[in-house]
């Protein structure tokens, strides 16, 4: 018995995850796979009602889950940072999901390049630092100094900025910074992955030409473990990459890329495998808690109509699945929604008329009948 933690979230959220736990239970049903879920009111309707983001009760609850399946989290009501920080940050950084997942297959005929050409990518994002941490701020008429904090597993501390300007203006700083140990947990992750699809060449991303400090470390433990590892790899700068990816998806198998432009590139790469309907992603802490979810938005316009597209989220499920144990199960997901396609059944965004629950009705279906 698996015991998923259950976040639908906001906005659109709802909809999809009841389509992904519909999967699930399709599974309990004809597999010998059992879930107990327990759903969290994690969201913004719960800050705008009480002024609660996670807090320190939630984190406790949720350490009792083997993982956690989440939908999405957004609302316009909220200044921008607010829960993006308060919950999926504190989140990740409060389980320390140091990894993010993003698979990036060709789904035909959702494909949005001209080239007619086969890929399937997996994009691991380092997901706890770079310059996502958190840590910055403003200093007012060229002078201030600005406290510093950075708590994750590995580390608390404390960096202190001092700023004396001669010109008074007001200045903005968002500092970045990597640990050499989360690098080297972070690659053999990376490494472990590309052992098991039998991929002997990794692609590493970075601006090391720019931000010279923090992506020299970067390399410098990439370079030590794909040399003990016996492992091939190089370097691309993200603004080669981007156009790579448009270019030349085929080129690529396994990537590896720091924080903020692992953000940037996933994106970019979930519209050309055919948007982000189609895009799952997971939150990994390979000997803790992970969690999974759609990266798209939570799409508050189109709440209550019934037209979202499913597929991400019962994706994120297969995701949850393959980390769980079950990369068997997890197979016969993926090839439950390629046979639902393959049966013209698809929602809006991809061209087809099937709304969010026919798409999930589908997968079920399908499911099923495999069995």
């Known amino acids: 018995m698996h015991k998923i933690a259950v976040l639908p979230g906001d906005g659109i959220g709802p909809e999809v995850v009841a389509e992904g736990l519909k999967v699930l239970n399709a599974l309990s049903e004809n597999y010998s796979v059992k879930f107990d879920f327990q759903e969290f009111d994690i969201s913004s309707e719960r800050y705008l009602r009480t002024g609660k983001l996670v807090t320190a ?10 993982s956690i399946f989440l939908g999405a989290i957004g609302d316009d009501r909220v200044r921008p940072g607010i829960l993006e920080k308060g919950i999926l940050l504190a989140l990740r950084f409060g389980f320390d999901q140091y990894i993010n997942h993003r698979p990036a297959p060709l789904w035909r005929p959702f494909g949005r390049l001209k080239r007619d050409v086969d890929f399937n990518i997996d994009v691991f994002r380092e997901n706890t630092e770079d310059y996502y941490i958190g840590a910055g701020g403003r200093v007012n008429n060229g002078r201030g100094s600005l406290d510093l904090h950075v708590k994750r597993h590995l580390y608390d501390m404390k960096v202190r900025l001092e700023a004396n300007a001669d010109a008074a203006d007001d200045y903005a700083f968002e500092i970045g910074m990597m640990s050499r140990k989360n690098i080297e947990r972070f690659a ?3 490494i472990a992955f590309s052992n098991i699809i039998g991929e002997n060449y990794i692609t590493v991303v970075d601006k090391a030409n720019v931000c010279s400090n923090i992506y020299s470390l970067w390399r410098e433990v990439w370079d030590e473990k794909c040399k003990k590892a016996g492992k091939g790899h190089g370097y691309m700068y993200v603004d080669a990459m981007t156009m790579a990816l448009v270019k030349n998806p085929d080129k690529f198998r396994v990537i590896a890329v720091p924080n903020m432009f692992g953000d940037i590139i996933t994106d970019l790469l979930a519209e050309v495998t055919g948007g982000l309907g ?43 699945l393959d980390s769980l144990g079950h990369r068997d199960l997890g197979q016969v997901v993926q090839q439950a929604v390629r046979t639902a396609f393959d049966q013209g059944v698809y929602t809006q965004d991809l061209g087809g008329k099937a709304t969010t629950t026919e798409m999930g009705d589908a997968v079920v279906e399908a499911i099923r009948k495999a069995k």
């Open 188 to 190: 053999d992750h990376v």
């Open 57 to 66: 009760e939630d984190m406790d609850q949720l350490r009792k889950f083997d």
């Open 278 to 320: 189609l895009a799952p992603g997971g939150n990994i802490n390979p000997e803790g808690i992970s969690m999974f979810e759609p990266v798209h938005g939570s799409a508050p316009k189109y709440k209550g109509m019934n037209r979202i597209n499913p597929v991400a989220t019962i994706l994120a499920a297969k995701m949850m």
